[in-house]
């Protein structure tokens, strides 16, 4: 008789841990309290799995001999707190989907940078002929990637949200490339229980295992004094890799418009310190460098409209990411910010914004706390109620040699369906210009 396993969440995790728990011959069921979109109700339809939405029937879900969590479900609500109180095991997605795979895992994470990082590590061992694949916070979702492909090496972009619920995964390569404040409304305002969960990546990880970190990261440095992590670590900068494997001054050079900027740099080091790791050749890690698409949403170069250039950073969703973007500019800069508000503090783009920036385009419902910010420095600020009025603002606003850089700093959702959305209507409008 086939065991019954539980899925809370019906998203991209849940459906793809859906149908792992299907195709390793268990009885699932889907449970989102939410709405399950149409998408994912046909494809757990099309796989013949039972799923509810708008509630958790805990009579069910107590049953189970299996749960797994999607990141999107906080850990201490209430269906969640009646499963453990049950002693049901209870996994998270990342998890129950490791257990199923032989091949080495290479967990990316950190507040940004880690989708390029991720990606240019895949891009690196492919272009080596490694057999590698990618998945996580990015494309497929893990469990799902899993039923499909098995490769020797899996790249996953992983999230505070993904790793919180770990207990035997174990990755060996762990990069977190930096820590900043994000997300703090599931942490309970608490920085510090963010970084927790992002070092949970590392728990058990051995002294044969690679910890590979931004060495300038002050926040990182704190939490390895508090977890004390056991693998070997390998500290980088954006010139620099310190490991006594390596004789990496100016190992890289970086040829490549995708990679401006030092933050790249940096993302450049973590995935070619995973490449040399796996022993890939210094000079096909350079090659491999040049021939990178950067991710889709981040400093993506639209076009050059009489000679202006337009850039796409709609997944820069916080400060620190905008921070950036801002210090990657070498034009002068139309910027436009705006949208949910994470509790930001825009002091920290001040200096940037002196430097760089001429005019800023306010997008989204409440543009406040941008303007009482941003107007004593910068005398053109333009408030826009759509993608269309922006874009629209900004040509009008540039001059050739300037920039319009999209970059919000903010989440989406005021008028957005999410940070894709809100980057795809910017482009699609710039090639209408």
Not at 80 to 108: C, W, Y
Not at 187 to 216: G, H, P
Not at 378 to 385: I, K, S
Request: charged share 25%; proline share 3%; with cysteine.
């Amino acid at each position: 008789m086939s065991k019954n396993m539980i899925v809370l969440g019906g998203g991209e995790s849940g459906v793809g841990a859906a149908l792992l728990g299907q195709h390793l011959g268990y009885h699932v069921f889907v449970s989102d309290k939410g709405a399950i979109g149409e998408s994912y109700q046909k494809e757990l339809d099309d796989h013949r799995i039972e799923w509810e939405q708008g509630q958790h029937t805990s009579e069910r879900i107590i049953k189970a001999d299996l749960v797994v969590k999607s990141p999107g479900i906080p850990p201490n609500v209430p269906i969640v707190e009646e499963i453990r109180s049950a002693e049901i095991p209870l996994l998270s997605e990342i998890e129950f989907a490791s257990l199923h795979t032989d091949a080495e895992l290479i967990g990316i994470t950190g507040t940004n940078g880690k989708t390029t990082t991720a990606m240019l590590t895949h891009h690196l061992l492919a272009s080596a002929g490694k057999s590698v694949a990618l998945a996580g916070n990015i494309g497929s979702s893990f469990a799902k990637a899993v039923t499909t492909s098995s490769p020797d090496y899996w790249v996953l972009e992983l999230s505070s949200f993904q790793l919180e619920d770990i207990d035997s995964f174990h990755p060996r390569y762990a990069v977190i490339t930096n820590l900043t404040p994000d997300h703090l409304d599931r942490y309970d305002n608490s920085f510090e229980r963010y970084v927790d969960a992002k070092f949970c990546m590392l728990k058990n990880q051995t002294n044969e295992d690679y910890f590979i970190y931004d060495d300038t990261d002050d926040e990182i440095k704190l939490a390895i004094e508090r977890h004390k992590p056991k693998s070997q670590r390998i500290p980088y900068t954006d010139k620099t890799i310190k490991h006594e494997r390596f004789n990496t001054t100016d190992m890289i050079k970086i040829d490549n418009t995708s990679l401006e900027g030092i933050h790249n740099a940096k993302n450049a080091m973590a995935a070619a310190t995973i490449a040399q790791l796996v022993n890939i050749r210094k000079q096909t890690i350079r090659e491999s460098l040049r021939t990178f698409q950067g991710a889709p949403h981040r400093l993506e170069k639209v076009l050059r409209i009489l000679k202006v250039d337009y850039i796409n950073d709609s997944k820069a969703t916080n400060v620190n990411a905008t921070y950036y973007a801002l210090d990657s500019m070498t034009r002068p800069t139309i910027w436009i910010v705006g949208g949910v508000d994470k509790g930001n503090d825009y002091a920290k783009l001040m200096p940037l914004v002196r430097k760089n920036v001429k005019a800023i385009i306010c997008l989204g419902l409440d543009n406040e706390k941008i303007i009482d910010c941003f107007s004593p420095v910068v005398n053109l600020l333009v408030e826009a109620g759509s993608m269309s009025e922006a874009v629209q603002a900004s040509y009008d606003l540039a001059k050739q040699g300037d920039a319009v850089l999209l970059s919000p700093a903010c989440a989406s959702f005021d008028l957005f369906e999410n940070y894709e959305d809100r980057g795809d209507q910017f482009k699609q409008l710039v090639r209408q210009l």
